[in-house]
Every structure is written in structure tokens, then in C-alpha cells.
T-cell receptor, first 113, second 116 residues
């Protein structure tokens, strides 16, 4: 079965420092991977996706993600964190039938000033 | 452009009561989804629809029913609410399959349901 895992419930970083939010995956076939962000009391918003090609994917708000096939990982990164990046982040992948997304449990990112 | 709209945004029910959550999208999307979000469990798929008149079960369908009579609307029903159904419910829609042409999901703002 397809699955994604986010090993950290919470990540704390200081403003201006680089941030990494981790995701590992277990999927059959070609992996299609996504990152979404959820701000308090809001729905999820799409950040970026990996389909094929370059292993470094750039997305919204200065975020990028690195796909690593040998480590089955798709970590979300940003070179310099902002306080406004504080939110809940979800990694996602399609289900077996490719008809819906399955989500990780989420990682809370807290950026302190 | 409203996107995905969910009503109601908040509701308190007593055990055994019934209710319907309405999701409406104005983007002409084929695919619609209902997820529930619980602390520490992420988002779990309840039911989804790949087009008008179709529905399918997701990971946690028990206790819920859905209908997609019109392309723009996707209804989630609770026939006999239970405290375990206390959650935040999110509707989402997408134009294409997630594994074909990289269709992404657009989410509503959520509906917070409490069952006493």
C-alpha cells in the first residue's frame, strides 16, 4: 500500500536559519509526491510537487523539496525561515488507484523571532 | 472566485442526530473528496467522487454517506452521529487525477463538527 511518513511531529527553528521538514515514502511505481501547508483555521494549500525530472523541486513562498530515490525521501527545505512560515506541513502521495491523495500525519513548524 | 465552499463551518450535534455537510466548488472540477482531520492522525480520506453521479469509499467510510448529484456539489451525511465523529472535515476538489497530469487538490476552509 502507498504510504508517506513524517517522522517529526514538530520542528523548531530560529528566523533566518535554514529549515528542513522530513518525509519518507513507500509507493509502488513512479513516485508522485506533494507538499501542502495548513495555516491555523484554514484549509490546506498546495506548495509543490515532484512528478519526474529534476530532483530539486521549487515551489511557493521560497520552499523547495529534494527527492532522493535511494533514501525514499522527499524533504521540504527553505534556506532562510520566516516567522510567517510557522504552520502545519503535510507530505502526500497518490493512493494505489491514483484517485486521491494520502497524507502524512503532519509536522508543525514553529519559527521563532 | 469562491473556489471550494463548505457549509456549515461549525456544528454541534447530540449523539444519534443526523446532519449533512455541503461542499460546493465553482471550478468545474471532476474529482471531489471528503477528508477528516484529527490531531496526530493527519488527514484521512472518507469518500471521494470521480465525477457526477459517482462515489467511492476511502480509508474511513464507516458511519458516513455521500452523494454527488450535481458536478459542483458533494454532500457528506452522518445518519446517526457518534462522539468518534467529532472532527474537522475538509472538502477538496481537483480537475484531474492526482497521478495524471499532476492535478493538485483545492481545499475548503473546513467544517468543525462536535458530537456530544
Amino acid at each position: 500500500a502507498q504510504s508517506v511518513a513524517q517522522p517529526e511531529d514538530q520542528v523548531n527553528v530560529a528566523e533566518g536559519n535554514p529549515l528542513t521538514v522530513k518525509c519518507t515514502y513507500s509507493v509502488s511505481g513512479n513516485p508522485y509526491l506533494f507538499w501542502y501547508v495548513q495555516y491555523p483555521n484554514r484549509g490546506l494549500q498546495f506548495l509543490l510537487k515532484y512528478i519526474t525530472g529534476d530532483n530539486l523541486v521549487k515551489g511557493s513562498y521560497g520552499f523547495e523539496a529534494e527527492f532522493n530515490k535511494s533514501q525514499t525521501s522527499f524533504h521540504l527545505k527553505k534556506p532562510s525561515a520566516l516567522v510567517s512560515d510557522s504552520a502545519l506541513y503535510f507530505c502526500a502521495a497518490p493512493n494505489q488507484a491514483g484517485t486521491a491523495l494520502i497524507f502524512g500525519k503532519g509536522t508543525t513548524l514553529s519559527v521563532s523571532s | 472566485n469562491a473556489g471550494v465552499t463548505q457549509t456549515p463551518k461549525f456544528r454541534v450535534l447530540k449523539t444519534g442526530q443526523s446532519m449533512t455537510l455541503l461542499c460546493a466548488q465553482d471550478m468545474n472540477h471532476e474529482y471531489m473528496y471528503w477528508y477528516r482531520q484529527d490531531p496526530g492522525m493527519g488527514l484521512r480520506l472518507i469518500h471521494y467522487s470521480v465525477g457526477e453521479g459517482t462515489t467511492a469509499k476511502g480509508e474511513v467510510p464507516d458511519g458516513y454517506n455521500v452523494s454527488r448529484l450535481k458536478k459542483q456539489n458533494f454532500l457528506l451525511g452522518l445518519e446517526s452521529a457518534a462522539p468518534s465523529q467529532t472532527s474537522v472535515y475538509f472538502c477538496a476538489s481537483s480537475y484531474l487525477r492526482t497521478t495524471a497530469n499532476t492535478g493538485e487538490l483545492f481545499f475548503g476552509e473546513g467544517s468543525r463538527l462536535t458530537v456530544l
